[in-house]
């Protein structure tokens, strides 16, 4: 197997990109060439350029995608191969890259807690942005439910998975949120989506200084945001994607 180390990137967010300058940065110290490829969140495309690194005999690769059962096959094909396979978060793989999500979810929460209960009298509509569809990401959503449900002020008026998991997804969803619910108080889940639930927020008036925005991932927008101070963007927690990718 050729000594090159390959990397499937879904999209170009920020935590991808991380785990990207880590990969890139241990393949320099071993002396392997590096190639990464973007596939812009389309999961077919993603399958084929699997399936052109294996045809290229590559010594290992590491994947992701928001759709890991139309790429399964594909990373299967190159474990069979000999290579060695990384994913990040769900499988198959030879090893996978994961986070503590449950404690990742509970760290956001508390901070939304502490919002509600100094800034909002303890009472809040809740709207939860999840990823349940994919397993090894509900841990941190099932901490969200936990320790709101400790709250009796907090209502969760809803609690979905986006449909994709993007901003454009976040504001869709949002957008159908607000005909219902137009009085939101806090907005949890990735970055990605809440970023565009608080574009949908902004679009139909509906943003408060007051509101807690918070998610996951260290976004550049949402750091952005938070920077800003006096918005509804309150809170993101990072992880360190270098260094996973490094590790792997």
Known sequence: LARVLAYVQENDREFLQGVGNGLSLA???????YKSVIVENDATKAAKQIDLFRAAKVGALIGTSSNPAVISHSLQEVIWSGAFVGTIVPPPATLLLNAPQYETGKVLTDAAIAHIITKLGGKANVVL?????????????TAMRNELDKLPGVTIVADITPDPVSKEGGFSTMNTILLANPNID???????????????????HKDRPDQ?????????????????????YKASVALSSPVFGYAQ
């Open 186 to 204: 806090v907005v949890l889940g990735s970055d990605s989506v809440v970023l565009g639930a608080l574009k949908a927020l902004r679009a139909a």
């Open 27 to 33: 393949a320099k110290n071993r002396n392997l060439e």
């Open 129 to 141: 942005l999840t990823q349940d569809s994919m397993q090894y990401l509900s841990p941190r959503f």
């Open 212 to 232: 807690f925005l918070g998610g996951i991932d260290g976004e550049p927008e949402a750091v952005s945001e938070i920077k800003k101070g006096g918005g509804p």
